[in-house]
């Protein structure tokens, strides 16, 4: 293995709660100080007392620097991005500020893609767990009942993320394609895994290595809502199912434009809104754009019958 090789890049928006822990879970793993090179802190815009613990842990650790994401853009994909570009290691990982990363994190992800001479990212299976660190599933992906092969397709992979910035770890050949992250882009993860898709590699491993904690503040959860959950609930998840649908839509566009030589030009979804409303009802029946359950596919049908983008 390179030494000292890795920048990981932890966003923190009022963190007190949790940070510690997530750091200290982050310099307990296997060849931390041979491997990590810098925790790159972003925050953006804390009040309360993220800032005192960080610095305090600073005293022990001069690998842990400390940054504000100075906008003008903030949330979880600027300040990501903001963090990305501050980041000069050959491997960056990423992290959130209240999970909890297993010893063997780091190896194990460095040990799958460090032999890669093209542009590549690994992501791993994650345990879910709730504030307290009790395991509500061991594995996200029996959870949402997704398959381990999602991502090999590329139609699927544009309207549907698997694979979380917290189980990540990527080369620089990587990041120099998906930097600057544009403003279309859902999420600073799901655009990364899309640029890999494009012009590299993606690697997955079958292994829970983070516990993914589970609380009400949480930016995008990993829940599963039972049927009469979402009957009871139904218009509150359903616009946002719409809102997010059309933003993965913009996102895929996004990224046929930044890639335009490649095969994206023959995927449907990445020019929906090219389509006439019939014409997308019908790459619905044909299975062309589709949800990975039933009742995704309902809230997409619906989506398309009644909206526009």
């Known amino acids: 293995m390179k030494k000292t090789c890795i920048d990981i890049v932890l966003a923190t928006y ?14 307990h793993a296997f060849h931390y100080s041979a491997l990590v090179a810098r ?19 600073q005293k022990h650790d001069a690998r842990i620097e400390w940054h504000t994401n100075p906008g003008p853009q903030y949330g979880p994909r600027a300040n990501f991005g903001y963090g990305l570009s501050l980041t000069s290691a050959d491997y960056i ?50 959870l949402r009942n997704i398959s381990h092969q999602w991502h090999h397709g590329t139609e699927r992979l544009l309207q549907q993320n698997v694979a979380s910035g917290c189980t990540m770890l990527f080369n620089r050949a990587l990041l120099q394609h ?28 079958d292994a ?12 995008i959860g990993a829940r599963s809502y039972g049927v009469f959950y979402l009957v009871r609930h139904f218009f509150s998840h359903f616009k946002r199912f719409q809102t997010n649908f ?3 839509v913009v996102q895929a566009e996004a990224l046929s434009q930044r890639f335009n030589n490649t095969h994206l030009s023959d995927i449907p979804f990445a020019h929906l809104t090219r389509y006439t409303y019939w014409q997308r009802l019908r790459l619905w029946a044909q299975g062309k754009i589709k949800q990975h359950n039933w009742k995704g596919q309902i809230a997409l049908l619906l989506t398309l019958v009644i909206s526009r983008p």
Not at 121 to 130: N, S, Y
Not at 208 to 219: E, K, T
């Open 93 to 142: 990982m990423l992290s959130d500020q209240d999970d909890i990363w297993h010893p063997a994190k780091i190896t194990r992800s460095l040990q799958a893609i460090e032999q890669q001479d093209q542009p590549a990212l690994v992501f791993t299976d994650k345990r879910i767990v709730d504030e307290h660190l009790n395991e509500i599933c061991p594995s996200f992906f029996q």
């Open 208 to 219: 829970p290595l983070i516990d993914y904690r589970q609380h009400r503040h949480n930016s």
């Open 39 to 57: 925790i790159i802190i972003v925050d953006d815009g804390s009040t309360d007392h993220t800032r005192q613990i960080v610095a305090r842990l």
């Open 14 to 27: 009022n963190g007190e709660r949790f940070i510690e822990p997530q750091i200290v879970s982050i310099q």
């Open 246 to 248: 059309w933003r993965s």
């Open 178 to 205: 998906a930097l600057p992250i544009p403003p279309a882009a859902f999420m600073h993860d799901w655009w990364l895994i899309l640029v890999a898709k494009m012009c590299g590699c993606i690697v997955f491993i």
